[in-house]
C-alpha cells in the first residue's frame, strides 16, 4: 500500500506536480490499481526466463554514415519558445 | 454508396462509376452531418482531402491504381501526418502539427488513398472507452449515450457510422478489437513487429501495434497489405517478405482446427455475450472446423501482468513530453523543475497521470526486481500458454470484451473496472500475437457482440480465412446503426 510519502516521492521522480487537495483520492486510485497488480507478484516465476519483447530478434545496426538532413526551422516550428535554433527554458546554473 | 466495403468502392472507381472526388464530398458531408453527434473526428480538412482525392482521379485516369487508390480514410490521432495536427487525444499535443509522416500514413498516401480526418481517441492511447479524451467521448453510433470503446474510440465509431469506410487504429492492450466489438465493427491488431510503429506515438513500446477497422474480413486484408512491411526506421519491425493477406479468404473451413479455451467461459463474461460468442463457434464447426479445448493456465494473470508493463512502459515514452521542444508548456512557473510539473500536471488527463506514477513505482530502486522483471518473467508464462495451445489448433476464438458498450460515466469512478475491460485481448498483446474482432450478433439492448480470432505469430491469412468465411454464412458485420445505414 501507498503512503502520502509515497506518492510525493513518485510525483517527484515523475515530474508532475499533485495539488494537495488531490492527493487523498489519488492515493487510493493508486492503491486499487496496486491492489489488482498485487496478484501477479505471488506467482512462482523461478527459472523463467523475463520476456521483454514478442519475437525474438537482435537489434538491427546500421553503417555510421549521416542520412539525416538538418531540419531545424521545420522541428522547431512547434515548440514552445525558440531562440535563434536554441529551445529557451528557465536558467538551470546560477 | 457510404455502405460499400473496400473492394466494392475500389472496382466502383476502377469502373468510373463514381470518382475518387465525389466519394471524399460524401463522406465529408456525412462527417458533417452526422459526427457533431458522434465526436469520432478531431481533425477533419476538407481541402487536403479533396486535393488528395483529384490526384487519386488522376493515378486512376492513367490505369495507376491499386486497391486503395481514391478511397476515404482516417487516421487515429496517434499517427504523426505531416501538416497535419497531431494530437493524441491530448492537452499536452492539442495544437501541435507533425512536421513528418508515419510509416503507416506514408503507406496509404503511397497507395493513393485520400485522408479525410485524424479520429478522437483516449489520451495516448490509455484508455478502454474514449472517455479520457481532451477533445470529449466519442459515442457508439448504436446508442449515443454508450461508449463505443477505446483506445481507437474515433476510428470504431467514424466506420460504424459509415462516415469513412475504413480507419486505422492501435492495440496496445485491445484498443483496436474491444471497440470494434462494441461498434459492429471489424478490426484487425496484426503480430507485433508487422506494422512499423515509425511515427506513431508510443505508449507502450513492446506493446503497441498498429491496425485497421473495415466493414469486413476482406476491407482487414486489404487495410493490412497497405500498412504491413518492414521499415528499416523501426528497430522492432521485423524484415520479411510482403504477403497478400487476401490469400487464403475463399479458402473453406473444413479441417480447420478451432480452439476454445476453457478459462473464458467464467463469471466474468455476460451470459448475453456468451450466448452470441457460443453461437458464432457453432457456426464454425457447421461450417467443419474441428473444435478443440485447449488451455491458458495463466489467463487471469493477464490483466495484473500487462498494468505492470503497459505503465512501466508508458512512463519512460511519456518523460519526452516536458514542455521544452513541443507540446505544452505551462504558462506560468518557477524554475525548471516547476516548468516540468506544472506542464506535465496541466498536459496531461488523470488516467495518463495515474499509468505514468504506477510506471515509475514499478521501475524505481527497490521495486524493479518485485514488480516489473516478475511481471516480465509471468509475460513468458502467457506467451508460453499460447505456445502450447496453438501445438493443437490453428486459431483460437472467444469473447473480446466481457460485455456491450457500457454508459458513458459508469466505469468512470473506478480505474480496475475498466482495466477489466480487456481481460480477454490483453493476452494476446503480451504474447504478441494477432488478433481480430468481427461482429457475431446483438446482446442486451441490442448492441453489437464481437468474436475475437487470434491466430499463431504471422498467421493472420489464417486468421481473416475463419473470419471471412464466418461472413459469408452470416450478415452481422452488414448491419448498420439504425441512422446510419443505407
Given at each position: 500500500?501507498?503512503?502520502?510519502?509515497?506518492?510525493?516521492?513518485?510525483?517527484?521522480?515523475?515530474?508532475?506536480?499533485?495539488?494537495?487537495?488531490?492527493?487523498?483520492?489519488?492515493?487510493?486510485?493508486?492503491?486499487?490499481?496496486?491492489?489488482?497488480?498485487?496478484?501477479?507478484?505471488?506467482?512462482?516465476?523461478?527459472?523463467?526466463?523475463?520476456?521483454?519483447?514478442?519475437?525474438?530478434?537482435?537489434?538491427?545496426?546500421?553503417?555510421?554514415?549521416?542520412?539525416?538532413?538538418?531540419?531545424?526551422?521545420?522541428?522547431?516550428?512547434?515548440?514552445?519558445?525558440?531562440?535563434?535554433?536554441?529551445?529557451?527554458?528557465?536558467?538551470?546554473?546560477? | 454508396m457510404f455502405?460499400h466495403?473496400?473492394?466494392?468502392l475500389s472496382a466502383l472507381l476502377r469502373d468510373r462509376k463514381v470518382s475518387s472526388e465525389e466519394l471524399a464530398r460524401l463522406f465529408l458531408a456525412?462527417?458533417?452531418?452526422?459526427?457533431?453527434?458522434?465526436?469520432?473526428?478531431?481533425?477533419?480538412?476538407?481541402?487536403?482531402a479533396l486535393a488528395a482525392a483529384r490526384a487519386a482521379d488522376a493515378r486512376i485516369a492513367r490505369g495507376d491504381g491499386?486497391?486503395?487508390t481514391g478511397i476515404p480514410?482516417?487516421?487515429?490521432?496517434?499517427?504523426?501526418?505531416?501538416?497535419?495536427?497531431?494530437?493524441?487525444?491530448?492537452?499536452?499535443?492539442?495544437?501541435?502539427?507533425?512536421?513528418?509522416?508515419?510509416?503507416?500514413?506514408?503507406?496509404?498516401?503511397?497507395?493513393g488513398a485520400v485522408?479525410?480526418?485524424?479520429?478522437?481517441?483516449?489520451?495516448?492511447?490509455?484508455?478502454?472507452?474514449?472517455?479520457?479524451?481532451?477533445?470529449?467521448?466519442?459515442?457508439?453510433?448504436?446508442?449515443?449515450?454508450?461508449?463505443?470503446?477505446?483506445?481507437?474510440?474515433?476510428?470504431?465509431?467514424?466506420?460504424?457510422?459509415?462516415?469513412?469506410p475504413?480507419?486505422?487504429?492501435?492495440?496496445?492492450?485491445?484498443?483496436?478489437?474491444?471497440?470494434?466489438?462494441?461498434?459492429?465493427?471489424?478490426?484487425?491488431?496484426?503480430?507485433?513487429?508487422?506494422?512499423?510503429?515509425?511515427?506513431?506515438?508510443?505508449?507502450?513500446?513492446?506493446?503497441?501495434?498498429?491496425?485497421?477497422?473495415?466493414?469486413?474480413?476482406?476491407?482487414?486484408?486489404?487495410?493490412?497489405?497497405?500498412?504491413?512491411?518492414?521499415?528499416?526506421?523501426?528497430?522492432?519491425?521485423?524484415?520479411?517478405?510482403?504477403?497478400?493477406?487476401?490469400?487464403?479468404?475463399?479458402?473453406?473451413?473444413?479441417?480447420?482446427?478451432?480452439?476454445?479455451?476453457?478459462?473464458?467461459?467464467?463469471?466474468?463474461?455476460?451470459?448475453?455475450?456468451?450466448?452470441?460468442?457460443?453461437?458464432?463457434?457453432?457456426?464454425?464447426?457447421?461450417?467443419?472446423?474441428?473444435?478443440?479445448?485447449?488451455?491458458?493456465?495463466?489467463?487471469?494473470?493477464?490483466?495484473?501482468?500487462?498494468?505492470?508493463?503497459?505503465?512501466?512502459?508508458?512512463?519512460?515514452?511519456?518523460?519526452?513530453?516536458?514542455?521544452?521542444?513541443?507540446?505544452?508548456?505551462?504558462?506560468?512557473?518557477?524554475?525548471?523543475?516547476?516548468?516540468?510539473?506544472?506542464?506535465?500536471?496541466?498536459?496531461?488527463?488523470?488516467?495518463?497521470?495515474?499509468?505514468?506514477?504506477?510506471?515509475?513505482?514499478?521501475?524505481?530502486?527497490?521495486?524493479?526486481?518485485?514488480?516489473?522483471?516478475?511481471?516480465?518473467?509471468?509475460?513468458?508464462?502467457?506467451?508460453?500458454?499460447?505456445?502450447?495451445?496453438?501445438?493443437?489448433?490453428?486459431?483460437?476464438?472467444?469473447?473480446?470484451?466481457?460485455?456491450?458498450?457500457?454508459?458513458?460515466?459508469?466505469?468512470?469512478?473506478?480505474?480496475?473496472?475498466?482495466?477489466?475491460?480487456?481481460?480477454?485481448?490483453?493476452?494476446?498483446?503480451?504474447?504478441?500475437?494477432?488478433?481480430?474482432?468481427?461482429?457475431?450478433?446483438?446482446?442486451?439492448?441490442?448492441?453489437?457482440?464481437?468474436?475475437?480470432?487470434?491466430?499463431?505469430?504471422?498467421?493472420?491469412?489464417?486468421?481473416?480465412?475463419?473470419?471471412?468465411?464466418?461472413?459469408?454464412?452470416?450478415?452481422?458485420?452488414?448491419?448498420?446503426?439504425?441512422?446510419?445505414?443505407?
Amino acid at each position: 500500500m501507498l503512503s502520502r510519502d509515497d506518492v510525493h516521492r513518485i510525483a517527484e521522480l515523475a515530474r508532475i506536480e499533485v495539488p494537495e487537495e488531490g492527493l487523498a483520492a489519488l492515493q487510493q486510485s493508486l492503491n486499487g490499481i496496486f491492489g489488482l497488480i498485487e496478484q501477479m507478484r505471488a506467482v512462482d516465476t523461478a527459472g523463467v526466463e523475463p520476456m521483454a519483447h514478442a519475437v525474438e530478434v537482435v537489434q538491427r545496426l546500421r553503417e555510421d554514415r549521416v542520412t539525416e538532413a538538418d531540419q531545424h526551422d521545420l522541428f522547431q516550428a512547434g515548440a514552445p519558445q525558440v531562440e535563434d535554433g536554441l529551445y529557451l527554458v528557465p536558467k538551470v546554473i546560477e | 454508396m457510404f455502405d460499400h466495403t473496400l473492394p466494392e468502392l475500389s472496382a466502383l472507381l476502377r469502373d468510373r462509376k463514381v470518382s475518387s472526388e465525389e466519394l471524399a464530398r460524401l463522406f465529408l458531408a456525412r462527417i458533417e452531418e452526422l459526427d457533431p453527434a458522434l465526436n469520432a473526428f478531431i481533425t477533419v480538412d476538407a481541402q487536403k482531402a479533396l486535393a488528395a482525392a483529384r490526384a487519386a482521379d488522376a493515378r486512376i485516369a492513367r490505369g495507376d491504381g491499386s486497391p486503395l487508390t481514391g478511397i476515404p480514410i482516417a487516421h487515429k490521432d496517434l499517427f504523426c501526418a505531416r501538416g497535419w495536427r497531431t494530437t493524441c487525444g491530448s492537452r499536452m499535443l492539442a495544437d501541435w502539427v507533425a512536421p513528418y509522416d508515419a510509416h503507416v500514413v506514408e503507406q496509404f498516401d503511397r497507395a493513393g488513398a485520400v485522408l479525410l480526418g485524424k479520429t478522437n481517441m483516449d489520451e495516448f492511447a490509455m484508455g478502454s472507452s474514449n472517455e479520457n479524451s481532451f477533445f470529449g467521448p466519442a459515442r457508439n453510433p448504436w446508442d449515443t449515450s454508450r461508449v463505443p470503446g477505446g483506445s481507437s474510440g474515433g476510428s470504431a465509431a467514424a466506420v460504424a457510422a459509415r462516415l469513412v469506410p475504413a480507419a486505422t487504429g492501435t492495440d496496445t492492450g485491445g484498443s483496436i478489437r474491444q471497440p470494434a466489438s462494441l461498434t459492429g465493427t471489424c478490426g484487425i491488431r496484426p503480430t507485433y513487429g508487422a506494422v512499423s510503429r515509425y511515427g506513431m506515438v508510443a505508449f507502450a513500446s513492446s506493446l503497441d501495434q498498429g491496425g485497421a477497422f473495415g466493414k469486413s474480413a476482406e476491407d482487414l486484408a486489404l487495410m493490412l497489405g497497405v500498412m504491413a512491411g518492414f521499415d528499416e526506421r523501426d528497430s522492432t519491425s521485423i524484415e520479411r517478405p510482403k504477403e497478400d493477406y487476401t490469400r487464403h479468404l475463399a479458402r473453406p473451413l473444413a479441417g480447420v482446427r478451432v480452439g476454445l479455451p476453457k478459462e473464458y467461459f467464467t463469471a466474468d463474461l455476460a451470459p448475453d455475450v456468451a450466448a452470441c460468442v457460443t453461437a458464432a463457434i457453432d457456426e464454425l464447426k457447421r461450417q467443419g472446423a474441428a473444435l478443440v479445448e485447449v488451455s491458458l493456465p495463466n489467463q487471469a494473470l493477464a490483466v495484473p501482468v500487462y498494468y505492470v508493463i503497459a505503465p512501466a512502459e508508458a512512463s519512460s515514452n511519456l518523460s519526452r513530453f516536458d514542455g521544452v521542444r513541443y507540446g505544452h508548456r505551462a504558462a506560468a512557473y518557477g524554475d525548471l523543475a516547476d516548468m516540468y510539473r506544472k506542464s506535465r500536471a496541466e498536459g496531461f488527463g488523470p488516467e495518463v497521470q495515474r499509468r505514468i506514477l504506477v510506471g515509475t513505482y514499478v521501475l524505481s530502486h527497490g521495486y524493479y526486481d518485485a514488480y516489473y522483471l516478475q511481471a516480465q518473467k509471468v509475460r513468458r508464462l502467457i506467451a508460453r500458454d499460447f505456445t502450447e495451445a496453438f501445438k493443437a489448433c490453428d486459431v483460437i476464438a472467444g469473447p473480446v470484451a466481457p460485455t456491450v458498450a457500457f454508459p458513458i460515466g459508469e466505469k468512470a469512478s473506478d480505474p480496475v473496472q475498466m482495466y477489466l475491460e480487456d481481460l480477454y485481448t490483453i493476452p494476446v498483446n503480451l504474447a504478441g500475437l494477432p488478433g481480430l474482432s468481427v461482429p457475431c450478433g446483438f446482446g442486451a439492448h441490442g448492441l453489437p457482440v464481437g468474436l475475437q480470432l487470434i491466430g499463431g505469430y504471422f498467421d493472420e491469412a489464417r486468421m481473416l480465412q475463419v473470419a471471412h468465411q464466418y461472413q459469408q454464412a452470416t450478415g452481422w458485420h452488414r448491419k448498420a446503426p439504425p441512422g446510419y445505414g443505407a
